[in-house]
């Protein structure tokens, strides 16, 4: 469970700051608690198949983005532990998660570039889906459901 919940926070922190290098992500996830070293940074990386891209003239970890509604192996592997519960609910879908794991989930979501998913809202333990109706709902629960 703590390398999973250190692989949330790595995604968390990319997303939220530009992070240059392994040793910056190193002390900020040190600065969230977690123990790490840079070989364990540095293999996160690699599972969670960051990569570096230049921004404004720095470089900064992204996670690669695809069109492609498959997903690295490591994100789905992360998103079927992060999920404990998926219900449908007229055109909104709630997902229970682990602590610290709707994030993960929303962003997995929201990469599936599904047509009927109209938006997410991750909080911590929960994502709020809308779809366009109920019936799209209920058949984006059961595409969810079937990742697990």
Same mark, same amino acid.
């Given at each position: *469970?703590? &390398?999973?919940? &250190?692989? #949330? ?6 997303? $939220? ?16 608690? #977690? ?22 003239? =720095?470089? =900064? ?9 498959? #997903? ?7 998103? &079927?532990?992060? /999920? ?22 929303? *962003?997995?979501?929201?990469? *599936?570039? $599904?047509?009927? /998913?109209?938006?997410? /809202? ?6 709020? /889906? ?16 079937? *990742?697990?």
């Amino acid at each position: *469970m703590a &390398r999973n919940a &250190r692989q #949330f926070k790595i995604l968390e922190l990319i997303a $939220d700051k530009p992070i240059e290098t392994q040793e910056d992500l190193a002390n900020e996830l040190i600065e969230s608690g #977690f123990t790490v070293t840079q070989a364990t940074v540095s293999r996160d990386i690699k599972e969670l198949g960051l990569i570096k891209v230049n921004e404004k003239g =720095r470089q =900064r970890y992204v996670k690669e983005t695809s069109h492609s509604k498959h #997903f690295s192996a490591n994100i789905a592997n992360i998103y &079927r532990h992060a /999920v404990l519960a998926i219900t449908p609910a007229q055109n909104l879908i709630v997902i229970k998660t682990i602590p610290g794991g709707a994030s993960t989930v929303g *962003m997995t979501i929201d990469r *599936m570039d $599904d047509e009927n /998913v109209l938006g997410c /809202v991750a909080g911590d333990d929960t994502v709020l /889906v809308i779809s366009k109706n109920s019936e799209t709902a209920c058949d984006i629960a059961s595409t969810l459901k079937e *990742m697990l």
